[in-house]
């Protein structure tokens, strides 16, 4: 996704009313996180493929696992942060580390039609995923789920948060 925040909108669509089966903060994190190599890749000037090791199965794997250690370690940092949007949880680590698998693997599954440098099953050096999916309809569906995800926290986390408190 040129858009990063694109990835966001699956997220909060599935994050927000199932959020006693996802740590919605680490959905979030997890599903925006992998593209901090393009970042970094584009800062850095690097003579690196734009959508290298991290947007693969087995270097999205490593990601979520630190990315859960992380949070899990800082959850109290993170929590803060999610009490200003209202989205607070108390979490265990089992969850969290389930939740970062689904983002960063969602995020690798959004991306992998789009780019032909992608290798989402390294080692195997072939981009199976690639043009299975149109990219037109790729962003039509993350820019309806931004919109799905904006009204559900709208009415999950802001109008009725005591319905859904599932936590």
């Known amino acids: 996704?040129?858009?990063?925040?694109f990835h966001l909108?699956?997220?909060?669509?599935?994050g927000f009313p199932l959020r006693k089966y996802f740590d919605?903060?680490?959905?979030?994190?997890?599903?925006?996180?992998?593209?901090?190599?393009?970042l970094a890749v584009i800062m850095f000037n690097l003579n690196y493929p734009l959508h290298g090791f991290f947007h693969t199965f087995i270097g999205g794997s490593i990601m979520a696992i630190v990315l859960s250690i992380i949070i899990y370690r800082w959850n109290w940092f993170f929590q803060e942060i999610a009490k200003i949007f209202r989205i607070s949880q108390d979490s265990s680590f089992r969850?969290?580390?389930f939740t970062?698998?689904?983002g960063v693997y969602s995020h690798i599954l959004l991306d992998a039609p789009l780019y032909t440098d992608i290798r989402p099953f390294y080692p195997v050096m072939v981009n199976p995923l690639y043009g299975i999916v149109s990219a037109s309809?790729?962003?039509m569906f993350c820019e309806i789920t931004i919109l799905t995800g904006l009204l559900l926290y709208i009415i999950t986390v802001m109008l009725f948060p005591a319905v859904h408190e599932d936590i």
């Open 137 to 139: 309809t790729i962003y």
């Open 95 to 97: 969850k969290i580390i």
């Open 100 to 102: 970062s698998f689904v």
């Open 24 to 38: 919605v903060v680490t959905l979030l994190i997890a599903s925006v996180i992998v593209d901090l190599e393009p």
């Open 9 to 14: 909108g699956p997220a909060a669509t599935i």
């Open 1 to 5: 996704m040129p858009f990063t925040p």
